[in-house]
């Protein structure tokens, strides 16, 4: 049984990160009928590939998703009735980034979410931050040779 059949419109957040060579995405999307008038949440742990370089960043993602909303069904004697649910389900993104500076970016996002309960297909336009750069080395010791070139 689907709980949703309409489209929805979502806004949503994710942190990628990385544990040694290993990238990680966690995030949170809230979706309804409007902006802000949100029904379901949906929150996700992936595993995956990322490439980042100065002026391109891509990156795959998938994994587990838990999602919890509510539904309004109508009822011929108590009338709208709340229908509250929850469940497990597999999340995946593909994301590609322009990047205008080396930190800040705007890109295109292919995501969705599959459980025996409820399925959904998007495409999000995202806003990129990152914090890989850091800049010229600010280290000086007169006894040895420096690294950065003035």
């Known amino acids: 049984m689907d709980n949703r059949t309409d489209v929805s ?3 949503g957040i994710d942190f ?3 544990i040694r060579r290993q990238h990680f995405q966690m995030g949170l999307n809230m979706s309804g009928t409007e902006f802000m008038s949100n029904n379901n949440v949906q929150a996700h ?3 995956g590939y990322r490439k980042e ?3 391109v960043n891509y990156a795959v993602f998938a994994g587990p998703s838990f ?3 509510v539904l309004a069904l109508q009822d011929s004697t108590y009338g709208t009735i709340p229908y509250y649910y929850s469940s497990m389900g597999v999340y995946f993104s593909a994301q590609a980034v322009t990047k205008f500076t080396y930190d800040i970016g ?4 292919l995501s969705g979410e599959y459980s025996p309960q409820q399925s959904s297909l998007g495409i999000k336009f995202i806003l990129f931050f990152s914090g890989s750069y850091r800049g010229p080395k600010k280290n000086y010791n007169p006894h040895v040779r420096a690294e950065n070139k003035r």
């Open 67 to 69: 999602f919890y909303g």
């Open 16 to 18: 990628q990160f990385h």
């Open 106 to 109: 705007f890109g295109v996002e």
């Open 45 to 47: 742990l992936g595993y």
């Open 53 to 55: 370089k100065n002026i």
């Open 9 to 11: 419109k979502a806004i």
